[in-house]
């Protein structure tokens, strides 16, 4: 069956949303997920316990409708907890058989907490499934259907052999704890994640579409930004190696894809800071490639595009979508508590707007928004002056 | 020696620590605190003078109104709030000496239109009870005045005295 690409990226834009209504400042780790699914690439979460990271996979999974597995390895995990245990008939044949169903070899989302406690013979099975999507273990041999790979840990670990382990995830995000002035918004969003469960809304076989465009897209325009940037990033003493290098194309034809894009370009660039190893070196590449990533922008992740490039583009898409959400979310019923509520979240949009573009610099769709807020808050209060 | 100081838009906008508003929109700004809950108030620190409020707080308590300027730190400049979305043409460490130089009562907000600069280190808890008389001032004072040769509030501001709320 032919699946619309448009349809399909509509759908699966509107996972994400949903899947990210009522996590706070997850919403970029949400995107990227998605996007790596696109890419057929695994993604590495690095934050400390509690922050959100299990939560934000388990929606992004139910949205886009995919087998789900999840695990908490620990230094005496079994592999028969991660993979299945062994089937007993086929022992009896004399076969070493594993019994995968409902493990993670059948999983299409996975995700590893604490993935670097693993034993050795864990990781090494998982090395074969994140690289070749292979389960290889005693007499089986199976192809698996894993689209993305979420580990989790509190840091990046030290040791050189996890270190080529986690290699091996080529999208890594970075979490804090909420901070102070958010804590209202987590209480809120936290006590509502339950009322508001996730329904699917999209597929993974229309995310296996879009995948499949993905690896048709032309890179031609977009290679050689690619190839600037990977010089950049070395000559300021960051290591991108040459397989990162090549993999990260993937995630910016992915990108570009969801943006509705056939050729990649320029706004398609910012999936690059991602694919930078660690934290401050994530923080380094962002300086040194500002100018390249400023036309950045994605519809589809405004969150992640936004993160990543800091670009003016992607943070006035970001906020003039998040406008319009607030803006049609007008409270019809309830009384002036709601109304009360709605309007301080129209507020809080103006103030970002405000603060964060000059008349000049704000795009039309920015300027649009912010009149139209305007024009909401003035039907309840007195009259007020234009910006201009 | 005099040096003009342009601005020019930020490359990526400061983090607002405060707001500020002159005129209309300073009177606006005042209306818009009235109606906030008292919790709410107490996170606000401020300082006002005849055409100028000035607000210091967390960026998700910041109120807004139309005309409000955000106010941010550059990191390179601690002592100066500047304004989120600009920065000035001069090397910023130079133009915050020269501030300091005149005005050494940190930390100072600057506007650029009209062009201001506000020590707001005595800044106060806000109070409704004082934003209230604040406000009947600036409405009168708009109303009878024709026009005013004084520069609002270049140099002196005036904190928001912690009065004790009636009832």
């Known amino acids: 069956?032919?699946?619309?690409?448009?349809?399909?990226?509509?759908?699966?834009?509107?996972?994400?949303?949903?899947?990210?209504?009522?996590?706070?400042?997850?919403?970029?780790?949400?995107?990227?997920?998605?996007?790596?699914?696109?890419?057929?690439?695994?993604?590495?979460?690095?934050?400390?316990?509690?922050?959100?990271?299990?939560?934000?996979?388990?929606?992004?999974?139910?949205?886009?409708?995919?087998?789900?597995?999840?695990?908490?390895?620990?230094?005496?995990?079994?592999?028969?907890?991660?993979?299945?245990?062994?089937d007993i008939r086929k022992l009896k044949e004399g076969l070493v058989e594993t019994e995968t169903s409902g493990m993670l070899p059948e999983a299409e989302v996975a995700f590893l907490d604490e993935v670097f406690l693993g034993s050795t013979a864990i990781l090494n099975t998982l090395l074969s499934i994140l690289n070749e999507r292979m389960f290889r273990r005693g007499h089986t041999r199976m192809k698996c259907g894993l689209r993305v790979c979420v580990g989790a840990s509190n840091t990046l670990p030290e040791d050189d052999s996890l270190a080529a382990f986690a290699d091996r995830f080529l999208v890594r995000v970075f979490v804090d704890p909420i901070a102070?002035?958010?804590?209202?918004?987590?209480?809120?969003?936290?006590?509502?994640?339950?009322?508001?469960?996730?329904?699917?809304?999209?597929?993974?076989?229309?995310?296996?579409a879009l995948a499949a465009a993905a690896v048709e897209a032309d890179m031609s325009e977009v290679r050689p930004l690619i190839a600037q940037a990977v010089r950049t990033l070395r000559s300021i003493g960051i290591v991108f190696s040459d397989r990162r290098a090549v993999k990260v194309q993937r995630l910016v034809a992915a990108a570009a894809v969801l943006a509705g894009r056939t050729r990649p370009g320029e706004p398609d660039l910012w999936p690059l800071i991602f694919a930078v190893p660690t934290r401050d070196q994530q923080s380094s590449a962002r300086d040194a490639l500002r100018d390249?990533?400023?036309?950045?922008?994605?519809?589809?992740?405004?969150?992640?595009?936004?993160?990543?490039?800091?670009?003016?583009?992607?943070?006035?898409?970001?906020?003039?979508?998040a406008g319009r959400v607030v803006l049609?979310?007008?409270?019809?019923?309830?009384?002036?508590?709601?109304?009360?509520?709605?309007?301080?979240?129209?507020?809080?949009?103006?103030?970002?707007?405000?603060?964060?573009?000059?008349?000049?610099?704000?795009?039309?769709?920015?300027?649009?928004?912010?009149?139209?807020?305007?024009?909401?808050?003035?039907?309840?209060?007195a009259p007020v002056q234009s910006r201009d | 020696m005099k040096i003009d100081v342009g601005w020019r838009p930020r490359p990526a906008?400061?983090?607002?620590?405060?707001?500020?508003?002159?005129?209309?929109?300073?009177?606006?700004?005042?209306?818009?605190l009235c109606d906030l809950d008292p919790e709410s108030l107490t996170r606000l620190k401020g300082a006002a003078t005849h055409g100028?409020?000035?607000?210091?707080?967390?960026?998700?308590?910041?109120?807004?109104a139309d005309g409000v300027v955000y106010l941010g730190r550059d990191r390179n400049a601690p002592s100066l709030l500047l304004p989120t979305t600009l920065v000035p043409d001069v090397p910023i460490e130079l133009f915050e000496r020269a501030l300091m130089a005149r005005v050494?009562?940190?930390p100072l907000a600057v506007l650029i239109s009209p062009p201001i600069i506000a020590p707001v280190g005595m800044a106060r808890r806000v109070t409704r009870d004082y934003l209230m008389r604040w406000i009947e001032t600036e409405v009168g004072a708009r109303v009878t005045a024709t026009s005013t040769s004084e520069d609002p509030a270049s140099e002196a501001t005036e904190s928001l005295r912690n009065q004790p709320r009636e009832g």
């Open chain 1, 1 to 86: 069956m032919q699946i619309d690409l448009g349809a399909a990226s509509s759908s699966l834009s509107e996972a994400i949303s949903v899947a990210g209504r009522g996590l706070v400042e997850r919403e970029s780790l949400v995107e990227m997920i998605a996007l790596a699914a696109v890419a057929r690439e695994h993604v590495l979460v690095i934050g400390p316990p509690g922050t959100g990271k299990s939560e934000a996979v388990r929606r992004i999974a139910v949205a886009t409708g995919a087998l789900y597995f999840e695990y908490l390895l620990g230094r005496f995990t079994e592999p028969s907890e991660i993979f299945g245990p062994v």
């Open chain 1, 292 to 321: 390249l990533l400023d036309r950045s922008n994605n519809a589809s992740l405004p969150a992640a595009a936004e993160e990543a490039s800091l670009g003016r583009i992607a943070r006035a898409n970001r906020i003039a979508a």
């Open chain 2, 104 to 106: 050494d009562r940190p």
């Open chain 1, 328 to 381: 049609a979310d007008r409270p019809l019923e309830g009384g002036p508590e709601q109304l009360r509520a709605w309007r301080l979240k129209l507020e809080g949009v103006a103030r970002e707007i405000d603060a964060g573009f000059t008349v000049e610099q704000s795009p039309a769709d920015l300027t649009e928004v912010r009149a139209r807020i305007v024009e909401a808050l003035r039907e309840q209060t």
């Open chain 1, 180 to 208: 102070d002035p958010m804590l209202e918004r987590l209480l809120d969003g936290g006590w509502t994640l339950d009322l508001n469960p996730v329904t699917a809304r999209s597929s993974i076989e229309q995310i296996d």
């Open chain 2, 13 to 32: 906008p400061l983090s607002p620590v405060g707001v500020a508003a002159t005129g209309v929109a300073a009177i606006e700004l005042g209306l818009r």
């Open chain 2, 52 to 64: 100028l409020l000035i607000l210091l707080g967390e960026e998700e308590r910041l109120p807004w």
